[in-house]
């Protein structure tokens, strides 16, 4: 036997506490605050409601590949193969 939930509850928790484009503005008293998306560049958006799913949620505190590679290191191991990252690509020659 198999279930399939449609329209179940969704989570109380607000994604945009935890994501790295999300930007929560609040009060002394409860109740004030504004929540931001900059995701979109330089223009912030307001969002008038919680956001519990989102296309383009990037959690705070995770490096991005690229800066992971900036920061990787390559190790070589018996057989001339390598591990880790390669260096980055300069993009300008010094």
């Known amino acids: 036997m198999s279930f399939k939930i449609l329209d179940g509850t969704r989570p109380d928790k607000r994604l945009c506490d935890s994501c790295d484009y999300g930007h929560v503005i ?37 490096m991005t590949e690229y800066e992971a590679k900036q920061i990787g290191w390559v190790l070589e191991v018996s057989g001339g193969k390598t591990l880790g990252f390669k260096p980055p690509k300069k993009e300008y020659p010094d």
């Open 26 to 62: 609040k009060g002394p008293q409860q109740g004030q605050e504004k929540v931001y998306c900059t995701n979109r560049g330089l223009e912030r958006l307001h969002l008038p409601f919680p956001v519990v799913e989102c296309s383009d949620f990037c959690k705070k505190n995770q």
